[in-house]
């Protein structure tokens, strides 16, 4: 059974940093393009970031020069470095893998970005 665990979400300061992780087993980790997904209140969900099986990474106009996604295969791991949040920043977010054309969610770990 395949299951993503998200942890590190919580209150940061506008101009602080988080790391959000995302622990995925049950399944061979290095095939799965990752990605990381937020959903604030009233708002669709968006992509944040995504990373493929061969490391190429892509970003939401919105977090550019501010978040890196990035994954550690031997720990079977994606993570999302969140440099200069901002409040518009605050919502749900969701790690989701995908491989031959299924996706995978994780439960979500709340951010929130205030002083």
């Known amino acids: 059974q395949v299951q993503l665990v998200e942890s590190g979400g919580g209150l940061v300061q506008p101009g602080g940093s988080l790391r959000l992780s995302c622990a995925v087993s049950?399944?061979?980790?290095?095939?799965?393009?990752m990605g990381w997904y937020r959903q604030a209140p009233g708002k669709q969900r968006e992509l944040v970031a995504d990373?493929?099986?061969?490391?190429?990474?892509n970003y939401a106009d919105s977090v550019k020069g501010r978040f890196t996604i990035s994954r550690d295969n031997a720990k079977n791991t994606v993570y999302l470095q969140m440099n200069s949040p901002k409040p518009e920043d605050t919502a749900v977010y969701y790690c989701?893998?995908?491989?031959?054309?299924?996706?995978?969610w994780g439960q979500g770990t709340q951010v929130t970005v205030s002083s």
């Open positions: 049950g399944t061979i980790f290095s095939l799965y393009d």
């Open positions: 990373i493929t099986s061969g490391g190429s990474t």
């Open positions: 989701m893998g995908v491989v031959f054309g299924k996706d995978y």
